[in-house]
């Protein structure tokens, strides 16, 4: 079974300074797919970045980056310049190229102070 | 507007009875899921279908029956209430496939508080 683990249940950051949020996995798989979402307090889940396991690149989107580890199995995301609207729970999540469940970590609910 | 619906968003009932979330999604998708996230976060699956065939079914009680009347739907019905369902139960969907991003597209939630 596929496992997911964020080490930091709670985070903060100042308002315009970078954070990085941690995320490793477990898995005998060599093709997937990892995900991170943001929960804001609305409770809604919201896409924020996706990586294939076979692009050697790191995605990015705007102000949200990953490093992506493979043969660590690690996947953190990295918030640059960071904003009060991006206080939210963040989830890590893996699913199988071939699967169609979803594993999800814990979450970290990372808060920017103004 | 494309996205996935989920009614009610808030439901508030008594012990003992029983209630259906509905959920519905315009995307196309062939793929649904029920989630309950608990008070601490979790977000636990419950069950998933593709185009109209149960696929997942983890471990819960079996008050808790999904029904998938099409593509577009995936209700959930839950008989006798328990306090302890009381949580957000969200519904998603998704394209499968290898084209694409497969990422899950998520409904707004429905808050069951149960007396």
């Known amino acids: 079974a596929q496992t997911v683990t964020q080490s930091q249940p709670e985070m903060s950051v100042q308002e315009a300074e970078t954070v990085t949020l941690s995320c490793t996995y477990d898995t005998s798989e060599s093709n997937y797919y990892l995900f991170w979402y943001k929960q804001p307090p609305s409770r809604q889940m919201i896409l924020v970045i996706r990586?294939?396991?076979?692009?050697?690149q790191n995605a990015t989107e705007n102000r949200f980056s990953v490093n992506f580890q493979k043969a660590a199995k690690s996947f953190s995301l990295k918030i640059s310049d960071s904003q009060l609207g991006d206080t939210a729970m963040y989830f890590c999540a893996f699913m199988r190229i071939t699967g169609n469940q979803f594993y999800f970590g814990t979450g970290t609910s990372l808060t920017v102070i103004p | 507007d494309t996205a996935v619906s989920q009614t009610p968003k808030y439901l508030v009932t008594q012990m003992g009875n029983d209630k259906s979330i509905k959920c519905e999604q315009n995307l196309g998708h062939d793929t649904m899921y029920w989630y309950k996230q608990d008070s601490k976060k979790f977000l636990k699956i419950m069950f998933s279908y593709n185009n109209k065939e149960l696929i997942i079914n983890e471990t819960v009680p079996n008050r808790f029956s999904p029904k998938s009347p099409d593509k577009a739907h995936l209700n959930l019905h839950i008989n006798s209430l328990e306090l302890g369902d009381s949580a957000v139960y969200f519904c998603?969907?998704?394209?499968?496939?290898?084209?694409?991003?497969?990422?899950?597209?998520f409904g707004p939630g429905t808050r069951l508080t149960v007396l």
């Open positions: 998603a969907s998704r394209r499968r496939g290898l084209a694409g991003g497969n990422e899950q597209f």
């Open positions: 990586q294939e396991a076979y692009k050697q």
